[in-house]
């Protein structure tokens, strides 16, 4: 899959990532914003792992944000299943280099449509901790609306953090 964005893409990940994928994951400030399972410090050996799994996806849901060869990030939908199969959840990170460059924004969009396209949703949401504004302005820049504050629900290196909760329906505009 590949979706052609404005001096970059989503894409599909292949296997000559992994050098710049661990490139751009390795660096704490990216770990600390993101859920425990994804690795700090991230090496080769990570991204290479990474690689293999998302290579057996089916339907395909994860995604490189590049440059052409160079992985700058990720996003992904987390299709949610029984109760909650009418929707999914949003994620993405991008390599310190490229933040607040709009590029998380763009993706984001992008992706939603895509997702509403590709799959039987209703509602894509997203969570951000509370101390992480930047990531709370994309998902509003991208269409989202907030829904709430669940507090103390993320564990974050020894410190309860409360999460912001965000989502956007299938029938509310997305901004291009």
């Not at 509370?130 to 829904?147: H, I, Q, W, Y």
Request: one cysteine or more; charged letters at 25%.
């Amino acid at each position: 899959m590949k979706l052609e964005l404005d001096g970059f893409q989503i894409r599909s990940y292949c296997a000559d990532d992994a050098a710049s994928l661990a490139k751009s994951a390795n660096d704490p400030r990216v770990a600390m914003q993101l859920r425990d399972i994804f690795p700090n410090p991230y090496t080769r050996a990570d991204a290479e792992e990474w690689l293999t799994i998302v290579e057996g996806q089916d339907p395909e849901t994860n995604f490189a944000i590049a440059d052409g060869p160079t992985v700058m990030g990720g996003i992904g939908l987390v299709l949610q299943e029984d109760v909650a199969s009418k929707s999914a959840e949003l994620g993405y990170w991008l390599g310190v280099d490229y933040w607040g460059r709009g590029i998380a924004t763009q993706a984001s969009r992008r992706l939603v449509r895509f997702g509403f396209e590709s799959f039987d949703l209703e509602r894509i949401f997203g969570t951000v901790k509370a101390d992480n504004p930047a990531s709370a302005r994309v998902l509003e820049k991208a269409g989202f609306t907030f829904e709430g504050r669940l507090r103390k629900a993320f564990l974050k290196n020894g410190k309860l953090v409360d999460s912001l909760m965000y989502s956007i329906l299938r029938d509310e505009e997305v901004p291009h």
